[in-house]
């Protein structure tokens, strides 16, 4: 098995959180709805819920998972090594 297919893909930093407790996070390449998003230690911090902006700056709105409570602004995210397989 390839080390690649384990390691995590940044997706950006989370600039601030929304009055609805949602993530935003500053991206450089799309991800697709429902993505499961992860944080430096592999732990499940939420899924896309929105992506939205200018195609030249667009932005990401996470729902974040009740279980996971520590959220700090400037944190990396990370895109789940599960998402990369397509459904058939």
């Known amino acids: 098995m390839s080390k690649n297919k384990n390691k995590l893909r940044e ?4 600039s601030h959180i929304s009055s609805t407790n949602k993530l935003i996070v ?3 390449q799309t991800q697709r709805l429902g993505a499961t ?3 430096k230690n592999n732990k499940p911090i939420g899924k896309v819920s929105d992506i939205f902006g200018s195609t030249k700056k667009p932005y990401l709105s996470i729902k974040t998972s009740k279980k996971y409570k520590k959220i700090h602004v400037g ?3 990370y895109l789940s090594p599960k998402n990369k397989k397509r459904r058939m």
């Open 11 to 14: 997706v950006g930093q989370i």
């Open 75 to 77: 944190e990396k995210v």
């Open 26 to 28: 500053p991206i450089k």
């Open 37 to 39: 998003l992860v944080n």
